[in-house]
T-cell receptor, first 113, second 115 residues
C-alpha cells in the first residue's frame, strides 16, 4: 500500500550546517509530494510541495526535488538556523492535494547556536 | 494568516467526559475535512474523512461510536470523543483542502489530556 519512509531522527546540527532529510515513498499513480513542518506546540504548516516528476519545491531556503526514478523527495537546506528547529514530515497524496495525506514518521531537527 | 481554525487548543478533563473539537475553514468552503491523531514522537494517523452532508468515512481500526464526526456545514466539522479515557489522550489535528489541487491546510491542533 501507499507509504512514506523518512530518515530516523533526531537530527542535531550546528547553525549554518547543511541539512538533508531523506524521504522515499511508495504510491500508485502519480502522487503529489509535500514537506510539512511542525514547530513545538503548534500544528502543521506546509513547507513546500511538488506535483510532478522533476519538479523542485522551495521555500525559506529549503528545497526538495521530485525524483520519480528513485521515488524520493529529499529535503535540503544549505545553511540551517536555530529557528529551523522543528519536526519535519514528508507526505504524499495519490493525486493532487485534495485527498488524504500519507505521512512519514517525522524527523525532529534541533539546531544549536 | 490561518485558513483553518481549530478549537479548543487544549482540553484537560476527567475520565468519562465527552469532548467536542471544532474545525472551521476560514474564508473558504470545505466539503471534505480530515481528522488526524498524533501520538507522542509518532507520525500523524488519519482517523477519518469528514464529508459535508453525509457520513464520515473512518479508517480501519478507528471506532465510529467513540469518535463521532459531524460535518453540518461547508465551514465546520466537529469531532466528539465520547466517554473519553486516559488512552484517548493525544494531539488531534484537522485539515481541509482549499480545492483545485491546492494542498491541505491544517488547524493548530488540540491537545487532549484525560485524567
Amino acid at each position: 500500500g501507499d507509504s512514506v519512509t523518512q530518515m530516523e531522527g533526531p537530527v542535531t546540527l550546528s547553525e549554518e550546517a547543511f541539512l538533508t532529510i531523506n524521504c522515499t515513498y511508495t504510491a500508485t499513480g502519480y502522487p503529489s509530494l509535500f514537506w510539512y513542518v511542525q514547530y513545538p506546540g503548534e500544528g502543521l504548516q506546509l513547507l513546500l510541495k511538488a506535483t510532478k516528476a522533476d519538479d523542485k519545491g522551495s521555500n525559506k531556503g529549503f528545497e526538495a526535488t521530485y525524483r520519480k526514478e528513485t521515488t524520493s523527495f529529499h529535503l535540503e537546506k544549505g545553511s540551517v538556523q536555530v529557528s529551523d528547529s522543528a519536526v519535519y514530515f514528508c507526505a504524499h497524496t495519490p493525486q493532487g492535494g485534495s485527498e488524504k495525506l500519507v505521512f512519514g514518521k517525522g524527523t525532529k531537527l534541533t539546531v544549536n547556536p | 494568516g490561518a485558513v483553518v481554525s481549530q478549537h479548543p487548543s487544549r482540553v484537560i478533563c476527567k475520565s468519562g467526559t465527552s469532548v467536542k473539537i471544532e474545525c472551521r475553514s476560514l474564508d473558504f468552503q470545505a466539503t471534505t475535512m480530515f481528522w488526524y491523531r498524533q501520538f507522542p514522537k509518532k507520525s500523524l494517523m488519519l482517523m477519518a474523512t469528514s464529508n459535508e452532508g453525509s457520513k464520515a468515512t473512518y479508517e480501519q481500526g478507528v471506532e465510529k461510536d467513540k469518535f463521532l464526526i459531524n460535518h453540518a456545514s461547508l465551514t465546520l466539522s466537529t469531532l466528539t470523543v465520547t466517554s473519553a479515557h486516559p488512552e484517548d489522550s493525544s494531539f488531534y489535528i484537522c485539515s481541509a483542502p482549499l480545492g483545485g489541487n491546492q494542498p491541505q491546510h491544517f488547524g493548530d491542533g488540540t491537545r487532549l489530556s484525560i485524567l
